[in-house]
């Protein structure tokens, strides 16, 4: 898609400051103390990701997954949306959804979990970031030991929400396709889950 490039367009991209990233990369100590930053940046290998404004599909999911996860999350569980896990120093991603250990929840300034806090990490695929959500990041959620991971596509011709459940085989620290839910996604783990996916319609 083009569009109109005016004199004033042309000027403030000759003066935007983009910051310099360091010779190894930036850190996700960066994530914090980096001035600036667009909401939802993600750290990938060392690089800043930034996010594309959101589809309306994308955010009634979110809404969706959340509402229908903590309907039955135990106790010792939170659901948490667009947070940073840290995986390592050079990966911040940030799931659209996760299940997370409440004794990790230590307060309303916290702005990251750690992976060993999270049991399940959602991704709904977007346009821009279908690469990152099929491939690079169940790569490192999986090495880094989250238990879970489900990925959620926009399927059919309607565009309903279709989920993909992989649970992470300790063997070969790779997750392992458990199965593909349309309307209904009903699961044991990390806890009993049951999600009406044709209530999308209503939100």
Do not use: C
Request: aromatic share 6%.
């Amino acid at each position: 898609m083009g569009g109109t490039m005016t004199a004033e367009s042309v000027e403030h991209r000759s003066t935007q400051r983009w910051p310099v990233p360091p010779q190894d990369g930036y850190t996700v100590d960066d994530l914090s103390t980096l001035p600036d930053l667009p909401p939802h940046t993600e750290l990938i290998d060392g690089s800043l990701i930034f996010v594309s404004p959101q589809r309306d599909f994308h955010s009634i999911v979110i809404d969706l997954l959340v509402t229908g996860l903590r309907s039955t999350a135990p106790a010792e569980l939170r659901i948490r949306r667009e947070m940073t896990i840290v995986l390592d120093q050079r990966n911040g991603p940030e799931p659209d959804v996760s299940v997370i250990r409440a004794e990790a929840v230590t307060g309303p300034a916290r702005t990251s979990y750690q992976a060993e806090d999270v049991l399940l990490a959602v991704e709904v695929v977007s346009p821009d970031s279908e690469s990152r959500d099929r491939t690079t990041k169940p790569h490192k959620y999986a090495a880094a030991g989250i238990p879970n991971f489900w990925r959620v596509e926009q399927g059919g011709t309607e565009g309903k929400p279709v989920i993909h459940v992989y649970e992470l085989d300790p063997m070969t620290n790779a997750y392992v396709h458990m199965g593909m839910h349309r309307d209904r996604v009903k699961v044991d783990k990390p806890y009993s889950i049951d999600i009406d996916l044709t209530a999308v319609d209503q939100l």
